[in-house]
């Protein structure tokens, strides 16, 4: 079972990039899949998550109209496009996974996690 984030890099302020989260061992039909991302001395904050049964979405705040979570026709691949990126997401991104139809955004309430994909947005 694993989870394998890619897609990170630097880009300037305004711009986008996308990351993906490729999912192996495991079909994640009934999972909730979530993106969080942290900073040094601050924990994991959730950002989106999205359900696979039924697309079902919830974004924090901080990333509502900006980023978008989504997964590919075959159940293997979940993507985060992040637009309008600001210096304040700069961060190490997560994808994490668990069995439900829809989880929240606290980490807790995941129990697969990948080994993250920096990103870093600056001039």
């Known amino acids: 079972v694993q989870l394998v984030e890619s897609g990170g890099g630097l880009v300037q302020p305004g711009g986008s990039l996308r990351l993906s989260c490729d999912v192996s061992?495991?079909?994640?039909?009934?999972?909730?899949i979530a993106w969080f991302r942290q900073v040094p001395e601050k924990g994991r904050e959730g950002i989106a998550v999205i359900s696979s049964s039924d697309s079902t979405t919830e974004y924090a705040d901080s990333v509502k109209g900006r980023f978008t979570i989504s997964f590919d026709d075959t159940k293997t691949t979940v993507y985060l496009q992040l637009n309008s990126l600001k210096p304040e997401d700069t961060a190490v991104y997560y994808c994490?996974?668990?069995?439900?139809?829809?989880?929240?955004?606290?980490?807790?309430?995941?129990?697969?996690w990948g080994q993250g994909t920096q990103v870093t947005v600056s001039p």
């Open positions: 994490a996974a668990d069995y439900a139809d829809l989880l929240g955004l606290e980490p807790t309430d995941y129990g697969l």
């Open positions: 061992g495991f079909s994640f039909d009934d999972y909730a």
